[in-house]
């Protein structure tokens, strides 16, 4: 299950991802702004995804009702929010780049409908 990030969790986040990928941009991202701003991302150079970092999701769902997968990536176990999930937090969002990803999320995974 997926639970807000306290400092700590953050710090072992942030150690995590130096390990993997050796960037010191990453830090920029500190318990205090996790907390200022609730979601901080960090584009993952040479890859095409970014990782979010989420302290707040908002009213319509808990961290609780997150559908999680827990995927492999360079030989660690990561948890992370499922498509279908994703896609049900994006979908009623008027802001276009979440249609986008909507769409993208549906194609790629072959999810027609929920």
């Not at 942030?14 to 390990?19: D, F």
């Not at 929010?81 to 979440?98: A, G, H, N, Y």
């Amino acid at each position: 299950m997926l639970r807000p990030m306290d400092d700590e969790n953050v710090r072992a986040a942030v150690r995590a991802l130096q390990s993997v990928f050796a960037d010191p941009s990453l830090e920029k991202i500190t318990p205090e702004e996790l907390q200022t701003y609730g979601l901080l991302r960090y584009g993952v150079q040479d890859y095409d995804f970014v990782i979010d970092l989420t302290q707040r999701i908002g009213e319509a769902f808990r961290f609780e009702d997150l559908e999680v997968d827990i995927i492999e990536f360079l030989g660690e176990t990561v948890p992370v929010v499922s498509p279908r999930t994703l896609i049900r937090m994006k979908r009623e969002s008027q802001r276009p780049q979440d249609q986008l990803d909507t769409a993208r999320l549906r194609e790629r995974f072959g999810i027609e409908d929920l």
